[in-house]
């Protein structure tokens, strides 16, 4: 397949960009120090763990549980995270384990192989929209139906859409927390994007734009 | 004799549209070298059936990036997690 690079551009969150480099070589010094780098590099991560607990649990006690044991496990196994490493994706992967522990049946992954991405992107896609509908969609609020159009994908693909797109994780590190090979991250990514879309055209034809292009155009 | 300058000379081949589409989203995602980057940028911009493919996949792109901003957890998310790590043995901030 011609689909080449399996690496995708990395913008560093703000907050990894203000990092401290020197935290990473005091994770295992003294006690206190300990505490600290834990503070400082694993409690950092605090929203986005909680994020990824919401993406993966879909309830909020369950999320908040999950990442009170995330954390509680990444405490009890400080010293075995590597100095330098991305303490974020260990986090996120601590996390993703625990919860397949909890309830492995919805922590099912989705297989999709590479082929499927090639036929699904040479499928002629059913756009349907002019574009009239499409600024109309671009000028809406488009938040709330993404939301509930990302909650409602299947769990493998709402697990990559959530570490690749809105965790801004690179493929490879998202390739590690979820234990699949770079090219499935990506395929999984494009196949997500495919369902969004579709998701996307539901709300415009449930909101009346779809239908009411036509007539608009009729009129002009 | 001089031949005039062939303006599209540089200009990389036309794809065809269900090579375009095949690359749209690395071409969004910026993940193409600057070739294919350049074919599939021209191929959007001329091809009445891919230009509103490109526009509705930037469109996604463009809306899930609004959902980027990481929401502060509630309290009760970071008390229980402290509450969690204190009774082993944490007593960092």
Redesign the interface.
């Known amino acids: 397949m011609?689909?080449a690079?399996p690496?995708?551009?990395h913008r560093p969150a703000p907050s990894e960009r203000s990092l401290n480099p020197v935290l990473s070589c005091i994770v295992t010094s003294s006690p206190?120090d300990r505490?600290?780098a834990?503070?400082d590099i694993a409690?950092r991560w605090?929203?986005?763990v909680?994020?990824f607990a919401r993406s993966l649990t879909r309830d909020e006690t369950n999320a908040?549980d999950l990442?009170?044991e995330t954390?509680?496990r990444a405490?009890?196994h400080w010293d075995s995270f590597k100095p330098g490493s991305e303490a974020r994706a260990w986090l996120f992967t601590i996390a993703r384990n625990a919860w397949r522990k909890r309830a492995p049946r919805d922590a099912r992954l989705v297989p999709v192989e590479d082929a499927t991405l090639?036929a699904l992107?040479?499928q002629?896609?059913p756009?349907g929209?002019?574009?009239d509908v499409?600024q109309r969609?671009?000028d809406a609020d488009?938040?709330p139906?993404?939301?509930k159009a990302?909650a409602g994908l299947p769990d493998g693909f709402r697990e990559v859409?959530e570490l690749v797109?809105?965790q801004?994780l690179p493929y490879a590190e998202a390739a590690e927390v979820l234990e699949i090979p770079v090219g499935t991250v990506r395929s999984r990514?494009?196949r997500a994007?495919r369902l969004?879309?579709q998701s996307?055209l539901e709300h415009a034809r449930d909101a009346g734009l779809l239908a009411a292009a036509p007539e608009e155009e009729t009129r002009s | 004799m001089n031949m005039p300058a062939d303006p599209t000379a540089h200009e990389p081949p036309m794809l065809d549209c269900a090579t375009a589409v095949r690359k749209l989203w690395d071409y969004l995602d910026r993940n193409l070298d600057g070739v294919d980057q350049e074919a599939v940028r021209l191929h959007v911009t001329k091809c009445a059936h891919c230009f509103p493919h490109a526009e509705f996949g930037q469109l996604i792109l463009d809306a899930v990036a609004e959902l980027r901003r990481a929401e502060p957890e509630p309290a009760s998310v970071r008390d229980g997690v402290l509450a969690r790590l204190r009774a082993e043995g944490y007593d960092g901030p």
Do not use: C, K, M
């Open positions: 011609a689909l690079r690496t995708r551009r206190p505490q600290q834990f503070h409690l605090l929203p986005d909680t994020r908040e990442v009170q954390y509680l405490w009890r090639q992107a040479e002629d896609f756009l929209a002019s574009n499409l969609l671009s488009l938040r139906a993404i939301r990302i859409v797109e809105l801004e990514l494009f994007r969004l879309q996307l």
